[in-house]
Nanobody, 124 residues
Framework: QLQACGGGLVQAGGSLRLSCAAS????????LGWFRQAPGKEREFVAV????????YYADSVKGRFTISRDNTKNTLYLQMNSLKPEDTAIYYC???????????????????WGQGTLVTVSS
């Protein structure tokens, strides 16, 4: 089970940190990530991390502003979001892919487990 939190309302240029707590398992070679869905748009890849190796991948739109990380001891995934823009406004979901894929998947349909989503609103 994945439980995301940390969303909220922030002004453009501000920061937020999202957390995704996982219960019931350890992740080993899984890939975990963050996706987002803005009103009227498809769900899109934001960032993913290979849980064991810590290798990270980012969408071009967030590269240099967002940082994905994980804490193995707390079984928690994070997304630090800096320099937020109004176009970052969306519901953010954490997700987990149990299969080792090379290259890592950025397709939402490949992720079997999803958190409930947390709303991030960036005002201009």
């Amino acid at each position: 089970q994945l439980q995301a939190c940390g969303g909220g309302l922030v002004q453009a240029g501000g920061s937020l940190r999202l957390s995704c707590a996982a219960s019931g398992r350890t992740f080993g070679s899984w890939t975990l990530g963050w996706f987002r869905q803005a009103p009227g748009k498809e769900r899109e890849f934001v960032a993913v991390i290979r849980w064991s190796a810590g290798t990270t991948y980012y969408a071009d739109s967030v590269k240099g502003r967002f940082t994905i990380s994980r804490d193995n001891t707390k079984n928690t995934l994070y997304l630090q979001m800096n320099s937020l823009k109004p176009e970052d406004t969306a519901i953010y979901y954490c997700a987990a892919d149990p299969r080792f894929r090379y290259p890592v998947s950025v397709t939402p349909g490949d992720y079997n487990y999803w958190g409930q989503g947390t709303l991030v609103t960036v005002s201009s």
